[in-house]
């Protein structure tokens, strides 16, 4: 049911990704408003669904909330800034070097245990990355290299916060809401009209209330059980969907680039996930000696009991 969840949420997040691109760059709809409909409709598809079901209510989950919807909206605002000014190969690369990063930071600061299989995993899914998006790196813009650089931190805070979410949909429904009045500031600072085609508000409204709210949800209940590195290395699979997905909706072309880049993400994910060998012998093994007591095992109390029983006992006087 994990990985189910796990795989659920990758591809809400590569859709999400497509959907951002779909409406940035064909120029439906200004990033600031793309932004607010985006998180608008993520709240008001979470609000009652977070009454339809029933969950463990938090103590104190507005104090949660303020936190989370901040970066959250940090992290909505600053991507599609950074997907602006920024190319996708470069920006791609720079959101995701951003998150692994920051989680494997926290971590370390948490003295969480890091595997070397998940070190030499995450590099090698980074280097499969840079594969990927290499046609499309330049130097990048300061301005939006920054913007991404702060979407990266700010996802891998939410992420890390959302790991102990006891109520998925009503704590992501409230970290929405808490996004509201940063929204309204931005807007009311911005003074220039909104620029909205009604395709590019459909590709909004779908890109908040489906991949992104419903998106997040899914991704609060795999947190759940997932490390905080574990959930980082995943996170390198999306760029892969998000691909494969271009090609599937996008008209966009396969090539032997993207076939070894997937590879090389695939794998480097796949190392950082394998589950060490436990060493020693077998738990079966180690209970068929103890219980037949062969050589190099000592007995058990039991069996040193039962072997006095047993032994012949003779009478100091001889029978005879």
């Known amino acids: 049911m994990l990985w189910f969840l796990t795989t659920l949420s990758l591809l809400a997040f590569a859709a ?71 190319g996708a190969g470069t920006g791609t690369l720079a959101l995701a070097g951003a998150i692994q990063i920051s989680m494997f930071g926290w971590a370390l600061i948490r003295k969480e245990p890091i595997s070397r299989a998940k070190w030499i995993g995450s590099a090698v ?20 290299a920054a913007f991404m650089i702060l979407s990266g931190v700010a996802w891998g805070i939410y992420s890390i916060r959302g790991r102990g979410a006891t109520a998925p949909v ?73 691909a494969f997905g271009g090609i599937l909706f996008l008209n966009e072309v396969l090539n032997g680039r993207l076939i070894v880049s997937s590879a090389l993400i695939l794998g480097g994910v796949w190392m950082g996930l394998k589950k060490k060998p436990q060493s020693g012998p077998p738990p079966a093994a180690t209970a068929i000696a103890d219980a037949h007591n062969l050589p190099g095992t000592s007995p058990r109390p ?18 005879f």
């Open 16 to 86: 999400n990704s497509l959907l951002c691109r779909l409406a940035l760059a064909t120029d439906q709809i200004d990033l600031f408003s793309f932004t607010a409909l985006r998180l608008l409709s993520g709240m008001l598809i979470l609000i009652p669904a977070s009454r339809l079901v029933q969950e463990v209510s938090p103590s104190k989950p507005w104090n949660n909330a303020w936190g989370s919807g901040a970066t959250l909206f940090v992290y909505a605002l600053t991507s599609s800034l950074g997907y602006v000014t920024l």
């Open 125 to 144: 899914s980074l280097g499969g990355l840079i594969v990927l998006v290499s046609p499309g790196l330049s130097a990048p813009d300061p301005a939006g």
């Open 170 to 242: 009503l704590m992501t429904a409230r970290n929405f809401t808490c996004t509201v009045p940063l929204i309204l500031l931005v807007l009311l600072v911005r003074f220039q009209p909104l620029e909205i085609s009604p395709r590019g508000a459909w590709i909004a409204i779908c890109s908040g209330a489906l991949t992104s709210g419903l998106g997040y949800v899914i991704w609060y209940h795999a947190l759940r059980k997932l490390s905080t590195t574990t959930a980082a290395i995943v996170q390198l699979l999306i760029p892969v969907i998000a």
């Open 302 to 319: 039991l069996d040193q009991k039962i072997s006095r029983l047993q032994a012949p006992h003779w009478p100091h006087k001889s029978m």
